[in-house]
């Protein structure tokens, strides 16, 4: 249990701060992405190095103290509330790419922005998300949803080697040879096995593509929404799309567009020539009047243009569930529940095509799931609002998973199960009762010990 002179105890090993609430710079240590859900530990770690992260979870193993991390703060599901230790990783940035290899290494606060701008300079490049902002473990451990996850699947199927402080306090790789069983639950499950120092994966030889997205006035998204649902059915696996409803508040620091009224954003990256390109978005651009048109070819570094994910932190409640498919009637449903007159308020409400690489297995297995789905919707919701009602209205057409990374802010702190197959949970409950039987890593999508038998860890 926490003690004040815990925190001192702490300190003592440790150079990094250690703040405690009512310290200078806490609010400031604590502070994410999501202004909606915020961790208020006992306190709170600002780790510099791997040597600091193995200390402090030692000493969190020694006094049973529970234990979160955060890199970024876009993705908390459930908070530390007044107890528990926070470690943050924003300080450990570090980047190196093997362009032999193909491979980066980073370091545990490192973001996405960073290794983009290092691989392009070896004509290479990441399986990363919409975001630059965003976290690269916190989204890998996650499985990770890339912008070209249609041509080369989940960032976590790259991942080939994983640096770990456990929750025992002892510093261990994972890879496909040492630690298999861990190295399969941490591609996949989520922050629940202890703070991941530092992570390598595969790199992609991608330089340029095809992109950008296309702007309808929210009173054609009926025929928007259609025209893209039957386009996904014949696009090559080099094509990855989404379409999002946006309902931007219209207020500062959002741009004059697209905020105001319901606007839909078709976000297209395509791994061709331009001329290529322009002919395969014709159906698109036929569906409806554009508002704007940002499609081109552009260098692999400008990927951020592609969705325009918010760079300022903001707050949300965000849901996902995973579709079996989309035909004329769940697109019908979708309009139902969030097309003009259904009183929905979500600022986002976002289909992602899957399927091509998505739907076949990981060259080393893992625990990212999925396989079967062909889109996945996802809802940003304002605080206040009805975060569940367009998933569970859509929920018919799911395959009854959710992508863990697209789930975030209050009401969002269940056990982790939606977000695989039964059998894959249960694997990941015994291995999760092997390193943290007691636990401590409860602060993410919660997998629960699992014991089965009784092992002990090499
Ligand atoms: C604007 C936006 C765009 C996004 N785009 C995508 C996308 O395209 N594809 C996709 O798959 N996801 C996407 N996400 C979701 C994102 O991947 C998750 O929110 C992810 O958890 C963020 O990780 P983070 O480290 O940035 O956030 P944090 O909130 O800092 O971390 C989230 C969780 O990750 C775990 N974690 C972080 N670092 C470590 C560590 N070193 N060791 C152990 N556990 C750790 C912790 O349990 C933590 O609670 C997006 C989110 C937002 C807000």
Same mark, same amino acid.
């Given at each position: ?25 806490? /609010? ?12 208020? $530990? ?16 030692? =000493? ?6 529970? @234990? ?15 107890? #528990? ?37 070896? +004509?290479?490049? $990441? ?25 080369? &699947? %989940? ?41 991941? @120092?530092?992570?390598? =994966? &595969? ?5 340029? !593509?095809? &992109?950008?997205?296309? =702007? ?8 928007? !929404? ?26 500062? *620091?959002?741009?004059? =567009? ?23 978005? #014709? ?8 508002? /704007? ?7 692999? @570094? ?27 009637? /769940? ?8 097309? *003009? ?19 076949? $297995? ?21 605080? +206040? ?20 990374? %697209?789930?975030? #802010? ?11 197959? $039964? ?19 409860? %602060? ?15």
């Amino acid at each position: 249990m926490y003690r004040p002179a815990t925190a001192h105890r702490l300190a003592g090993r440790l150079s990094g701060p250690v703040l405690g609430p009512g310290d200078e710079g806490y /609010a400031a240590e604590v502070a994410g992405f999501n202004r909606v859900l915020r961790h208020r $530990p006992a306190m709170v770690l600002g780790a510099r190095d791997a040597t600091q992260v193995r200390k402090a979870v030692a =000493f969190a193993a020694e006094t049973g103290l529970p @234990t979160a991390v955060q890199a970024t703060g876009h993705g908390p599901s459930r908070v530390t509330e007044g107890s #528990g230790l926070l470690i943050n990783t924003r300080r450990m940035t570090g980047v190196s790419i093997d362009p032999v290899a193909r491979t980066a290494r980073v370091e545990a606060g490192a973001r996405w922005r960073q290794v983009v701008d290092a691989a392009a300079v070896h +004509g290479l490049a $990441p399986l990363n998300g919409s975001s630059p902002l965003v976290g690269v473990v916190g989204y890998t451990l996650g499985g990770g949803l890339a912008l070209l996850s249609r041509a080369y &699947g %989940f960032a976590a199927d790259h991942v080939t080697a994983v640096d770990i402080v456990t929750p025992d306090g002892l510093p261990r790789t994972a890879t496909a040879q040492r630690n298999p069983d861990l190295f399969w639950a941490l591609r996949g499950g989520k922050g629940n096995f202890g703070v991941v @120092t530092a992570l390598e =994966f &595969g790199l992609v030889p991608v330089t340029r !593509l095809y &992109g950008g997205g296309l =702007f309808f006035p929210g009173d054609d998204v009926a025929r928007v !929404l259609h025209a893209w649902r039957a386009w996904t059915e014949s696009v090559p696996e080099e094509t990855s799309s989404s379409l999002a409803l946006l309902r931007m508040p219209d207020q500062e *620091p959002i741009p004059p =567009f697209p905020r105001g009224g319901l606007v839909v954003h078709v976000r297209v990256a395509h791994l061709g020539p331009g001329d290529e390109g322009e002919r395969l978005v #014709g159906p698109l651009r036929a569906a409806a009047p554009t508002l /704007a048109d940002t499609l081109g070819e552009m260098p692999y @570094t400008r990927f951020a243009d592609i969705h325009n994910d918010p760079a300022f932190p903001t707050p949300y409640d965000q849901r996902s569930v995973m579709l079996r498919a989309l035909g004329p009637d /769940a697109a019908d449903d979708l309009l139902r529940l969030a097309g *003009p007159g259904s009183g929905c308020t979500d600022v986002m409400v976002e289909l992602r095509h899957l399927g091509g690489a998505l739907g076949r $297995p990981a060259p080393v297995p893992g625990a990212t799931d999925h396989r079967d789905a062909l889109y996945c919707l996802t809802t940003l919701g304002r605080p +206040g609002g009805r975060p569940d009602h367009v998933v569970d209205g859509m929920a018919h057409h799911g395959t009854g998973r959710s992508h863990l990374n %697209f789930l975030a #802010g209050p009401g969002t702190d269940r056990p982790a199960s939606r977000g695989y197959a $039964p059998a894959d949970y249960a694997r990941l409950g015994e291995i999760k009762a092997r390193y943290d039987p007691d636990n401590l890593f409860r %602060f993410d999508h919660t997998i629960s010990p699992r014991v089965t038998a009784v092992r002990t860890l090499a």
